[in-house]
């Protein structure tokens, strides 16, 4: 079980451009989440999804952020004309479906904006 | 939403000592409040949970303590050792569906030899 997989571990990318953020779950974890994490701000939840269906994105910039998750493999978050202050570890994490049950973490994406 | 502030910010213990995290949170509707431990360039990984219909919940040299009365949770690391550095976050769900946390600003522990 090699654990939730990010790609990739670090981008850098100017101002105004796109940044694609890929996430591939744990195999037959069915909730899958999206956390960003910053010094000033920590540890913030993005969205959620539940068996590929976007559940809850009451976290996620809504003019620029945009999640998907085609199948159950992966998921991907997208930041259209990145600005300096979206520079952050964006962390995917997934977990069986159910209540109170374990969250598993990737290592994040650290993104830079120049 | 449910707030919850974790103190202290930072902590140097000497091996062997022990170390004693807090967090205060508001909303006391729910109950589950796990604790995740962060070494730097990895993602959060649980480290130990409780209910709320307990009052204690040990993992050999990790105990979490829940004071449901004064709204605080506690972690306490005995024997700590040098590999126990990191930073430490405590959460706490805000929904019924215990899929969303918000979580605490975090204790970076150092453990010094």
């Known amino acids: 079980n090699a654990g939730v997989i990010q790609t990739p571990r670090h981008k850098v990318t100017g101002k105004g451009q796109e940044a694609t953020l890929w996430c591939e779950p744990i195999?037959?974890?069915?909730?899958v989440f999206w956390y960003r994490q910053t010094i000033v701000q920590g540890l913030e939840f993005l969205t959620y999804f539940r068996n590929q269906a976007p559940i809850d994105d009451s976290g996620m910039p809504k003019e620029r952020f945009s999640a998907q998750m085609p199948n159950q493999s992966h998921s991907t978050l997208k930041i259209q004309s990145t600005q300096p202050q979206d520079s952050a570890v964006y962390l995917c994490?997934?977990?069986?479906?159910?209540?109170?049950?374990?969250?598993?973490f990737g290592k994040g994406t650290r993104l830079t904006v120049v | 939403q449910q707030q919850v502030r974790q103190s202290p910010q930072s902590l140097t213990v000497w091996e062997g000592g022990t170390t004693v995290l807090t967090c205060s949170y508001e909303?006391?509707?729910?109950?589950?409040f796990p604790w995740y431990q962060q070494f730097p360039g990895e993602g959060p990984a649980l480290l130990i949970s409780i209910l709320s219909v307990s009052d204690k919940k040990e993992d050999g040299r990790f105990t979490t303590f829940f004071n449901k009365r004064e709204k605080k949770l506690s972690l306490h690391i005995i024997d700590s050792q040098p590999g126990d550095s990191a930073t430490y976050f405590c959460a706490a769900p805000v929904n019924t569906g215990n899929y969303k946390y918000v979580f605490g600003a975090g204790t970076r522990l150092k453990v010094i030899a």
């Open positions: 994490a997934s977990s069986l479906l159910g209540v109170n049950t374990e969250v598993f």
């Open positions: 909303d006391s509707t729910f109950n589950y």
């Open positions: 195999s037959g974890h069915s909730a």
